[in-house]
């Protein structure tokens, strides 16, 4: 024991721990560099507050703001076989799976649930871009069909909010199956005369867009999102022109009819509440409560009310 084990290295390693902490709790907005703190950033969605950038949300973060007080209960979603293709690029499929669980904490990219939304009852699902960039396979089939069946029993209108690179790969055929077995699952909603809202969010791409994402009777986009089948890129090579400004991103395709809104995260919820309750011919939402009566007030109605007995027997 002496100085340096006692003093100077907790002081270094001070130091050290010290740089880390900005870098957990601070991010930079990718659009204009604004250091963002960590509190700051989650309670507005993840919108930058300076520039209104969206960046990307978890599907549970979003559920947790969306329904009230953020209570909501999970819908179960069967489980599909694992690796029916024994696929393995870099990597075994199992193992990318399981890595993406890891990172995000969730068994797959979608998470489905039940509960209220200002009062009113949805069932919602939500795509994880952070799962494998939300890749559609037999799990997120699953979810849509369970998501469906779940609102044609309950007669609720379904939400979904859209985040995919498209198809998922290491399924193959099987992923594309769930391009029909989910516009089946859309069909059934559409029979039972249920509302179905698509949230587009960035981004969306590939099979998604060629399937369930493209099928609501409301297609409501977060600003700026990159909606697409196949990208600019992509297009872009294939065309060998130049595309115009802003191609394939939300307020490009509200211009061009291929969107019924362009909307805030931040105003999402309000707005989801007055398309749904309208939909499904509700009274229109209640956004907030009369103040209570103040004491005063009271006081002043009570006096008459003692006057008026005292006036009874004359009459
Ligand atoms: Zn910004």
Not at 230 to 255: C, H, M, N, W
Request: net charge negative.
């Amino acid at each position: 024991m002496n100085w340096i084990s006692n003093y100077v290295r907790p002081k270094i390693n001070s130091l050290f721990s010290r740089r880390e902490v900005p870098e957990n709790l601070w991010t930079k907005c990718d659009e204009c560099g604004t250091m963002l703190f960590h509190r700051e950033l989650s309670d507005n969605l993840n919108v930058c507050t300076t520039c209104d950038h969206h960046m990307p949300i978890t599907p549970r973060e979003r559920f947790d703001a969306l329904f009230d007080g953020g209570i909501f209960t999970e819908i179960e979603v069967p489980k599909p076989i694992a690796d029916p293709l024994h696929f393995r690029d870099q990597k075994k499929y199992p193992d990318r799976m399981k890595a993406a669980q890891k990172k995000t904490g969730e068994p797959e990219a979608m998470l489905v649930a039940e509960g209220e939304m200002g009062g009113t009852p949805i069932v919602a699902a939500g795509q994880d871009f952070s799962f494998m960039g939300g890749s559609m396979g037999m799990y997120v089939g699953n979810a849509i069909i369970a998501a469906a069946e779940r609102a044609v029993e309950l007669g609720r209108p379904l939400i979904l909010f859209s985040a995919a690179g498209g198809a998922r790969m290491q399924e193959g055929i099987l992923s594309l199956m769930q391009m029909p077995r989910t516009t089946v699952a859309v069909e059934m909603l559409k029979e039972a005369g249920l509302p179905y809202i698509v949230v587009l969010t960035n981004p969306t791409s590939g099979g998604v867009t060629a399937s369930y994402a493209m099928l609501g009777d409301v297609h409501i986009a977060e600003p700026n999102a990159l909606i697409c089948f196949a990208g600019p890129r992509v297009i872009e090579q294939t065309i060998r022109e130049k595309l115009p400004e802003g191609f394939q991103r939300s307020e490009y395709l509200l211009d061009h009819g291929m969107l019924d809104r362009v909307t805030m995260r931040t105003e999402m919820r309000d707005e989801l509440i007055t398309i749904v309750r309208m939909l499904m011919n509700l009274t229109p939402a209640v956004r907030g409560n009369l103040p209570a009566p103040e004491p005063e007030a009271e006081e002043a109605e009570a006096a008459p009310a003692e006057t008026g007995e005292a006036d009874a027997p004359k009459a």
